[in-house]
């Protein structure tokens, strides 16, 4: 045994950087999304993109935790439902993070609305790349 755990073929990128990719090129693909008279989500482009995916994997690390244990008694009056709302939340707090480069012009319910197709795009690009189910 050579003390080495990594179970990737040699040379595959770590799974984290492949996650991070996908949830960049999710947040891309919802930036075509049309609301009202412009997108659902303004990106500037790829780079801004490959940040916001990073912004948003550490507010879902370290913020959205505490949000989910202090929201506990709302989330069992409302079976679970209020998680659309926390996730909404935290794509405004990384919205509020990144500045002009990463926008969600329409408020609340269209963070809801961007919250539930970035979730379903990266779950397909997910089964599409990643092969999980």
Same mark, same amino acid.
């Given at each position: ?7 990737? !073929? ?6 984290? +950087?492949?996650?991070?990719? /996908? &949830? %960049? @090129?999710? $947040? ?44 506990? !008694?709302?989330?069992?009056?409302t079976f679970? +439902?209020?998680?659309?709302? /926390? &996730? %909404? @939340?935290? $794509? ?12 969600l012009p ?9 919250s539930v ?17």
């Amino acid at each position: 045994m050579t003390g080495s755990y990594d179970n990737r !073929p040699h040379g595959a990128m770590p799974g984290w +950087l492949v996650k991070w990719l /996908i &949830n %960049a @090129l999710a $947040l891309l693909i919802v930036s075509y999304v049309p609301y009202g008279r412009g997108q659902l989500i303004q990106i500037d482009g790829a780079g801004a993109a490959l940040i916001a995916a990073m912004v948003l994997g550490i507010v879902n690390t370290f913020i959205r935790p505490v949000f989910m244990l202090f929201s506990l !008694p709302m989330q069992f009056a409302t079976f679970g +439902l209020f998680t659309l709302v /926390i &996730n %909404a @939340l935290m $794509l405004m707090l990384g919205d509020w993070l990144m500045g002009s480069s990463f926008d969600l012009p329409g408020g609340l319910f269209a963070a809801i609305v961007a919250s539930v197709l970035l979730s379903l795009t990266g779950a397909a690009l997910n089964s599409i790349i990643r092969g999980d189910r």
